[in-house]
């Protein structure tokens, strides 16, 4: 199962930040409950996807949007909980960036393979216009995912 694979990604990925910022001294090391509670949140909605109890009857979201709101629910109760010292920001972006890596990678891959396709030669364009090209793939493509997904849904949900 995909999700289970992204899943299992994002907890290692958990554990990587939370060893180097342990191993960073120019870091102030964040309190483990921080990264249990990460964890949780990322554990609960692994809980709720196998409950199918997202987006039933709702606007289907990506595997990978839900990962993200999760870390961010975590940020904001970590910045809201008084008993756990707030943790440097960095341990959220670095897990959020590990999430967004995939669809980028995806976009950097798809470009490439229409400027190959159509045998363009981009050579002349700059690092900072393809990279214009490739947020806006990326931004055309998960538009496109989100409206074959809310068309299957639209197809479940009738039957």
């Known amino acids: 199962m995909a999700k289970a694979n992204i899943l299992e990604v994002i907890l290692k990925t958990i554990n990587d930040v939370k060893q180097k910022n342990a191993n960073n001294?120019?870091?102030e090391t964040a309190h483990p409950n921080v990264f249990d509670l990460i964890k949780d949140k990322?554990?609960?909605l692994d809980q709720?996807?196998?409950?199918?109890?997202?987006?039933?009857?709702?606007k289907p979201v990506s595997i990978l949007d839900l990962?993200?709101?999760?870390?961010?629910?975590a940020r904001q109760h970590n910045q809201q909980d008084p008993k756990t010292?707030?943790?440097?920001?960095?341990?959220?972006?670095?897990?959020?960036?590990?999430?967004?890596?995939?669809?980028?990678?995806?976009?950097?891959t798809?470009?490439?393979?229409?400027?190959?396709?159509?045998?363009?030669?981009?050579?002349?364009?700059?690092?900072a216009t393809l990279q214009q090209i490739q947020q806006q793939y990326d931004a055309d493509l998960r538009a496109l995912g989100q409206k074959y997904a809310?068309?299957?849904?639209d197809?479940?949900?009738?039957?």
Do not use: C, H, M, W
């Open 25 to 27: 001294p120019r870091q």
């Open 42 to 44: 990322i554990g609960s």
């Open 48 to 58: 709720k996807l196998q409950d199918k109890q997202v987006a039933k009857g709702k």
């Open 67 to 73: 990962i993200k709101g999760q870390i961010e629910a």
């Open 85 to 108: 010292p707030t943790a440097n920001s960095n341990i959220f972006d670095s897990i959020l960036k590990k999430v967004e890596q995939k669809p980028k990678r995806a976009a950097s």
């Open 110 to 127: 798809g470009i490439k393979r229409i400027i190959e396709e159509y045998n363009l030669d981009a050579s002349r364009l700059n690092r």
């Open 150 to 153: 809310q068309g299957i849904s």
């Open 155 to 159: 197809l479940i949900n009738r039957g």
